[in-house]
């Protein structure tokens, strides 16, 4: 049997593959590999940016393989050191991911989507939260659905398990952009090659304070970022590549990042 998670590196960039047949389900050995390749990507200096994907072109991912629950694994089960695929909770995780979603996305998989940065979406592709229907709880996506779209419509999809396309997902603000299938992976290397371009220390903070600021006022938050008591802002403010900024700026040419 091949192996269900495919990678390849290009310059700063990690691309990482679902490859589970028939529909890309996610057990706990591949959840356990997941969280290995994420775990090694955060801690990889020379990678900035990673692009989730999947192979086919009907499923991205339908979430946790309920045909591997009947031979056995245990739905709490060790899923590995970044929680269900890899992402969810890993801690520190202070690059940018992008999630292109090659067709149906649905239960866990829109979880591990929901846990990308950037979602692209080939526009045959569709989403929905289908718990409800065998009786359980969309976990992971009750509590990020409701802080990412409109608090009404994250209830509606929880709530019946409703799909929704592609368009009407991007409408409602959990799609960045919908693609046609064949030029998906082309516009998410694009993506992936502008944001490695970019100052890796910069993105580090910002995925720090977003994260940080999930559960703290505002006042508190910035009382945090102004006496740089978030790793990522002292490391930035303390840079190389923070002082390369104003003097690019100042000498009208473009910022060479060293990420340091």
């Given amino acids: 049997m091949s192996e269900p998670i495919r990678t390849r590196i290009e310059g ?36 900035r940016v990673a692009i989730l994907t999947a192979a086919g072109e009907k499923f991205f991912c339908p979430g946790w393989d309920l045909k591997a629950a009947a031979d056995g694994d245990a739905v709490d089960g060790d899923y590995g050191v970044g929680g269900f695929g890899g992402l969810q909770e890993l801690p520190h995780l202070n690059k940018p991911v992008i999630c292109a979603v ?6 866990g998989g829109l979880e591990i989507a929901l846990s990308c940065d950037i979602i692209l979406a080939a ?15 969309a976990d992971a996506a009750s509590i990020k659905l409701p802080k990412r779209i409109p608090y009404h ?53 910002i995925k ?36 390369e900024g104003f003097r690019a700026f100042a000498e009208k040419r473009d910022p060479v990042w060293k990420g340091k």
């Fill in 12 to 47: 700063h960039i990690l691309e990482v593959t679902l490859d589970r047949p028939k529909a890309n389900a996610v057990d706990l050995a591949t959840s356990r590999i997941m969280g290995e390749v994420f775990r090694d990507f955060r801690d990889n200096p020379d990678l």
């Fill in 102 to 107: 090659n067709g149906i996305c649905c239960g």
């Fill in 123 to 137: 526009d045959h592709a569709t989403f929905a939260l289908p718990e409800i229907r065998s009786g359980t709880v």
């Fill in 153 to 205: 419509v994250a209830m509606e999809m929880l709530f019946t398990g409703r799909w929704l396309d592609a368009e009407e997902a991007q409408r409602w603000g959990f799609v960045n952009h919908i693609h046609k299938p064949e030029e998906l992976m082309d516009k998410a290397w694009e993506m992936a090659r502008l944001l490695a371009s970019g100052p890796p220390l910069v993105f580090a903070a």
């Fill in 208 to 243: 720090e304070v977003v994260r940080e600021s999930e559960d703290t006022n505002f006042q508190d938050m910035m009382n945090r970022i102004t006496k740089r008591q978030l790793r990522t802002v002292d490391t930035l403010y303390g840079s190389e590549d923070n002082l």
